[in-house]
Each structure stands twice: as structure tokens, then as C-alpha cells.
């Protein structure tokens, strides 16, 4: 009986092991394939957002932007970082994440600038 219940439990870890296997390699190649669909510049945007640990529409959500407008975002940036300063009874951690939050479409700005550059600069012929 026991030798049976060893058998079954093995070869259930056997099914299992391979699903899981199988499930990594598609989650893997899935993955390659849509940041081989972003391109360059999603590489870059991809690394922004692991380094602040925020994503873009995070960030946009924090600062109420639609749209990566630098006045925009400044002006509610500003906004934000003084509402939730320690001294008038704000929260740290709130003002933190806008620091973080800004940041990030900081970042996002100049990724675009600089794909806007390397679109603009065509070469002579």
C-alpha cells in the first residue's frame, strides 16, 4: 500500500514539476516578446521603472497627469510636496512617494527626449 501512495505521490510531483516548467518557459518567452515589441526606448522606460520602483502611470496617478507635461507636473508636484510636508501635518511617506513619483516622469521625460533626438537626427544623403 505505501509503496502505491509513493508512486502516485512522485508522479504527481513529476505532472507538477513540468506544468510549472512549461507555464516558465511561455511566461519567459511572452516576456521577450513584448520588450522586443517596446523596442529601445521601453528598455529604457522599463529600467526607470525598476529603479524608482514605480511605474509610469503610478507616478502619473500620484501627481494627477494625463499627459507628461513638465509644467504640468512641476506646478502639481509643488503642490503635493507642500500639502504633505511634516510641518503643516502632512505625511512623510506621502511626500516621499511624490518625490519618487516625480522623479520617475522625470526620467520618462528625458527617455522621450532623447528617442525624440535620435528620430530627428536622419542621415544625408
Given at each position: 500500500?505505501?509503496?502505491?501512495?509513493?508512486q502516485?505521490?512522485?508522479?504527481?510531483?513529476?505532472?507538477?514539476?513540468?506544468?510549472f516548467?512549461?507555464?516558465?518557459?511561455?511566461?519567459?518567452?511572452?516576456?521577450?516578446?513584448?520588450?522586443?515589441?517596446?523596442?529601445?526606448?521601453?528598455h529604457?522606460?522599463?529600467?526607470?521603472?525598476?529603479?524608482?520602483?514605480?511605474?509610469?502611470?503610478?507616478?502619473?496617478?500620484?501627481?494627477?497627469?494625463?499627459?507628461?507635461?513638465?509644467?504640468?507636473?512641476?506646478?502639481?508636484?509643488e503642490?503635493?510636496?507642500?500639502?504633505?510636508?511634516?510641518?503643516?501635518?502632512?505625511?512623510?511617506?506621502?511626500?516621499?512617494?511624490?518625490?519618487?513619483?516625480?522623479?520617475?516622469?522625470?526620467?520618462?521625460?528625458?527617455?522621450?527626449?532623447q528617442?525624440?533626438?535620435?528620430?530627428?537626427?536622419?542621415?544625408?544623403?
Open positions: 500500500m505505501a509503496k502505491y501512495l509513493a502516485i505521490i512522485v508522479m504527481g510531483v513529476q505532472v507538477v514539476g513540468r506544468a516548467a512549461r507555464a516558465l518557459r511561455q511566461e519567459f518567452a511572452a516576456s521577450r516578446a513584448a520588450a522586443d515589441a517596446r523596442g529601445h526606448a521601453g529604457q522606460s522599463a529600467a526607470a521603472s525598476s529603479l524608482s520602483g514605480l511605474s509610469l502611470q503610478e507616478a502619473q496617478q500620484i501627481l494627477n497627469v494625463s499627459k507628461l507635461s513638465p509644467e504640468e507636473i512641476q506646478k502639481n508636484y503642490h503635493l510636496f507642500k500639502v504633505n510636508d511634516r510641518s503643516v501635518g502632512g505625511s512623510f511617506y506621502l511626500q516621499s512617494k511624490v518625490v519618487r513619483a516625480k522623479e520617475r516622469l522625470d526620467e520618462e521625460l528625458r527617455v522621450q527626449a528617442e525624440d533626438g535620435g528620430r530627428q537626427q536622419t542621415p544625408e544623403t
